[in-house]
């Protein structure tokens, strides 16, 4: 299993960036997949998910802010983050399923993609 995040930068408030994870070594097309973020001396934050069949999920705080979607003919999981608060500033891991991410746990980790948001 191989995920593979980038897109991550610096940006300024009310700003926006487009994650992406590329994805290998498993049957992508059925798997559910998450965003989450880990910020500097906190634990795992999950933000969002994406079932199989397209449907999404989000963290309260990204509502409306945030969009999660997939192509699985590219084996890539995308993460839309609009109107970006310095609190967004965290590193960002794409994950593969939604409830274990919730709960808190990651089974396969990528190298993640730092996103600051910063004046």
């Known amino acids: 299993v191989q995920l593979v995040e980038s897109g991550g930068g610096l940006v300024q408030p009310g700003g926006s960036l487009r994650l992406s994870c590329a994805a290998s070594?498993?049957?992508?097309?059925?798997?559910?997949m998450s965003w989450a973020r880990q910020a500097p001396g906190k634990g795992l934050e999950w933000v969002s998910g994406?079932?199989?069949?397209?449907?999404?999920y989000y963290a309260d705080s990204m509502k409306g802010r945030f969009t999660i979607s997939r192509d699985n003919a590219k084996n890539t999981v995308y993460l839309q983050m609009n109107s970006l608060k310095p609190e967004d500033t965290a590193v960002y891991y794409c994950?593969?399923?939604?409830?274990?991410?919730?709960?808190?746990?990651?089974?396969?980790w990528g190298q993640g993609t730092q996103v600051t948001v910063s004046s």
């Open positions: 994406i079932y199989s069949d397209g449907s999404t």
């Open positions: 070594g498993f049957t992508f097309s059925s798997s559910a």
């Open positions: 994950a593969i399923g939604v409830d274990t991410v919730v709960a808190g746990t990651i089974e396969y």
